[in-house]
């Protein structure tokens, strides 16, 4: 009998998203691909957006069928309207959005240079910003939609060397705030997370050795955080369960900021 319990409740599990079809940017790696994966295993249809042309690979190996995979360059302002057009051209107009492309161009702030500046901001702010826009003019006029914005703990705290990239992720914030307030009415939700260190591949190389250890003692978890506790927070804000929440930004940092 108990078995019987949760077999059914992780069927149900595993077709939370069927029918959805899901806009992930940043989906070739790291929590983007995380994020494709999870929904995707619980039947969604993934529309993978990605500078690298590793993403044609990636929705081919997910659990599913009819997945799309675009190559685009997010810092190029026109590259998210014709990524929208191509998704709603070949799959329909998208339930769920996640921009979880982003990068991080470390710097002291006397060193941060005009071109690492403005590519940070490029990507991380407006490469969001224009997705969601285009993204939220078609889930406007469908009167639903889901857009969950990857920000980070650097949203409200300041790290060092993170000049760029902290400002690009308050940024993020204040826009997630912005377009809640404006689309809450019109049946679109739209909230941020914000992940302390995620061990992705990336993650791991990045904060190996002694930094990445300093970097877990100052966090109250004592650990990093694991790409699918992201995902697994995405996709309950991707939900009908979360349909009451917008304009907020999740914090899934094990209690850094609260140090």
């Not at 989906?27 to 691909?33: F, L, M, P, T």
């Not at 739209?190 to 100052?218: F, Y």
């Amino acid at each position: 009998m108990h078995r019987e319990h949760v077999s059914t409740a992780a069927s149900r599990a595993d077709g939370a998203f069927t029918g959805r079809i899901a806009v992930i940017t940043g989906a070739a790696s790291g929590i983007g691909r995380t994020v494709a994966e999870h929904l995707a295993a619980r039947g969604a249809r993934i529309v993978g957006v990605d500078l690298n042309d590793a993403v044609g690979s990636v929705m081919a190996e997910l659990p599913g069928e009819g997945h799309l995979a675009l190559v685009r360059n997010l810092a190029d302002p026109q590259a998210a309207t014709t990524a929208i057009e191509e998704t709603v051209r070949e799959v329909g107009v998208p339930h769920i959005l996640v921009n979880s492309a982003g990068l991080a161009l470390l710097d002291p702030a006397v060193d941060v240079t005009p071109d690492r500046w403005q590519l940070t901001l490029d990507v991380n702010l407006s490469g969001t910003f224009y997705m969601a826009q285009a993204a939220g003019r078609v889930m406007l006029e469908a009167g639903y939609g889901r857009i969950i914005n990857l920000a980070s703990q650097a949203s409200v705290i300041g790290l060092d060397q993170h000049a760029a990239y902290c400002a690009s992720k308050a940024a993020v914030v204040g826009l997630t705030h912005v377009l809640s307030l404006e689309w809450a009415g019109r049946g679109v939700t739209v909230n941020a997370v914000s992940p302390t260190v995620v061990e992705t591949p990336l993650g791991k190389a990045a904060w190996a050795g002694e930094r990445g250890e300093k970097a877990r003692a100052a966090i109250p978890a004592g650990r990093f955080a694991q790409p699918e506790e992201v995902a697994a927070l995405i996709a309950f804000l991707a939900g009908e369960e979360a349909a009451m929440i917008t304009g907020s930004n999740y914090l899934l940092d094990g209690g850094f900021t609260t140090v």
